[in-house]
């Protein structure tokens, strides 16, 4: 199947509330090399390389304590990422923790939305 290729029920698009797009776009790009397009002042759209998606102007925070998904992204090096997270101005609310089947490790980014990284060793 190719990338672009429509399947039924796959995640087609995902957005976070932020209120201060630079900011987003700085930590994206510098650790997952994420590339964005500017849709004026309420709207940001990103692609990962994968997967489209954008941030939207908002105060307010994905957090999954208050019930928000938890977004989680791979990788194969996970203190390098977490490296990487905390020199973008991440901040790192649960440390690296192992769980049946690899580790991972949960950071907020400039917007305060929660996400996490995982390994599998």
Same mark, same amino acid.
């Given at each position: 199947m190719s990338q672009n290729e429509f399947r039924e029920g796959n995640i087609d !698009?995902?957005?976070f509330p932020a209120s201060d797009f630079d900011a987003v776009e700085k #930590? !994206? +790009?510098a650790v997952f090399g994420w590339t964005f397009e500017n849709w004026g002042e309420e709207y *940001? &759209? #990103?692609n990962d390389g994968r997967l489209d998606g954008g941030f939207y102007k908002s $105060? @307010? *925070?994905s957090r999954a $304590?208050? %019930?928000a998904p938890l977004v989680i992204f791979r990788s194969a090096d996970l203190e390098k990422c977490l490296a990487a997270v905390v020199a &973008? %101005? %991440?901040v790192i609310v649960k440390p690296i923790f192992a769980f049946p089947g690899g580790r991972r490790f @949960?950071? +907020?980014d400039p917007a305060g939305n929660e996400l996490a990284v995982w390994s599998t060793d």
């Open positions: !698009y995902v957005e #930590f !994206y +790009t *940001r &759209a #990103f $105060d @307010q *925070r $304590d208050s %019930g &973008a %101005g %991440g @949960q950071f +907020t």
